[in-house]
């Protein structure tokens, strides 16, 4: 295949999927995905809010996405005293994914992945643990599983693989002596 045929088979492909009412529906649901994460999170983080431990909030962000333009979508920031860790959603183009949000802290950050039901005991689409990077040696090694093909099943995103990845990618400061 030439330069120019590889070219216009891109451009054939992408008039093909610029189907606007398709991509409008494909938003409107990762939308309301998102505001169902923030929803969860915010139900498990209750009793933090509730006791002052923990703030929450959300500032718009704009996203821009081939076929859906830019659109504006809620980040969640929890506060812990002077820390930080924003939820930031990356959109909805991705190969077999419904949507990519990245949890970013001071010692790290993770990546989960919207993904589809596809099993009887899931009723609705379900946010998936994808990786959890707290330093070079987490990259590594997930690189490694990648380029090896091994397959693992990713955990989806509860209370518990929550709570554990808030505090995986937090700094770790606290003196347990």
Not at 64 to 92: A, C, F, H, W
């Amino acid at each position: 295949m030439t330069l120019h045929e590889f070219l216009r088979t891109k451009k054939s492909l992408s008039e093909a999927h610029s189907d606007k009412p398709y991509w409008e529906a494909k938003q409107r649901q990762w939308l309301s995905a998102v505001k169902d994460l923030y929803g969860d999170i915010q139900k498990w983080l209750q009793s933090s809010i509730k006791q002052g431990v923990v703030t929450v909030k959300t500032t718009p962000q704009i996203i821009t996405e081939p076929y859906l333009g830019s659109y504006e979508v809620e980040r969640l920031e929890i506060q812990v005293g002077e820390e930080t860790v924003s939820i930031d959603p990356q959109g909805v183009e991705l190969a077999n994914v419904l949507g990519e949000v990245m949890m970013y802290g001071q010692a790290g950050q993770a990546k989960l992945w919207l993904m589809p039901a596809h099993n009887t005991n899931e009723n609705k689409n379900v946010w998936r643990v994808v990786s959890l990077f707290t330093n070079v040696n987490d990259i590594i090694d997930s690189i490694t599983n990648l380029r090896t093909g091994v397959k693992k099943t990713l955990p989806v995103l509860d209370r518990n693989s929550f709570a554990k990845i808030l505090m995986s990618i937090m700094q770790p400061n606290i003196d347990e002596s």
